[in-house]
């Protein structure tokens, strides 16, 4: 894994340099020569969150707000575990 640390004056001139180099490891972007922000791929942010995704997030993408679904009430009913 590579680590690439590009100024944010540099990001902002070849975003397509900062994400090829992101394919090989994390891209810091720095602001004043600090880091404030990290480039990496979708699949690498997947790998280090856990690849969980919440509803809330999704629900909250752009677009989201007129999805339908159907919240009908389920006849299943929980029954007494049997320890016998």
Do not use: C, W
């Amino acid at each position: 894994m590579t680590i690439t640390t590009l100024s944010s004056r540099q990001f902002n001139q070849d975003a397509g340099k900062a994400k090829k180099a992101a394919q090989d490891g994390p891209v810091f972007i720095t602001d004043r020569g600090r880091p404030a922000h990290v480039l990496l791929t979708f699949d690498a942010y997947q790998k280090m969150s856990g690849g969980h995704v919440k509803i809330a997030d999704l629900l909250a993408m752009p677009g989201m707000g007129n999805v339908e679904f159907d919240l009908s009430q389920s006849h299943d009913l929980a029954e007494a575990a049997d320890f016998s």
